[in-house]
């Protein structure tokens, strides 16, 4: 199991940015993939971006184009660069690592964005 710990969220204005990171406790090299979840008040868990071993990214329609998630594998740490908010992207944001059919999440960082 990977132990995995975010941190970034903050309170910001909208069309701001904010970088979150997500530090692994665990050599994530090999790792098939990586990635964010969101989670707004009220609604279901959705996905954000994914990072491949091989550095494929993928991303939610949302969010493309204004976040851009990044994988350091020497430091064991993922990261998602957030450009132009919106009030739409208040979010608890989880990080997750996949190693075959087992994903670890951390538990959370919370961004706030305000209008």
């Known amino acids: 199991q990977v132990q995995l710990v975010e941190s970034g969220g903050d309170l910001v204005q909208a069309g701001g940015s904010l970088t979150l990171s997500c530090a692994a406790s665990?050599?994530?090299?090999?790792?098939?993939?990586m990635g964010w979840h969101r989670q707004a008040p009220g609604k279901q868990r959705e996905p954000v971006a994914e990072?491949?071993?091989?550095?494929?990214?993928h991303y939610a329609d949302y969010v493309k184009g204004r976040f851009t998630i990044s994988r350091d594998n020497a430091k064991n740490m993922v990261y998602l660069q957030m450009n132009s908010l919106k009030p739409e992207d208040t979010a608890v944001y989880y990080c997750?690592?996949?190693?075959?059919?087992?994903?670890?999440w951390g538990v959370g960082t919370l961004v706030t964005v305000s209008s």
């Open positions: 990072i491949t071993s091989s550095g494929n990214t």
């Open positions: 665990k050599s994530i090299f090999s790792r098939n993939a």
């Open positions: 997750f690592v996949q190693s075959g059919l087992t994903l670890d």
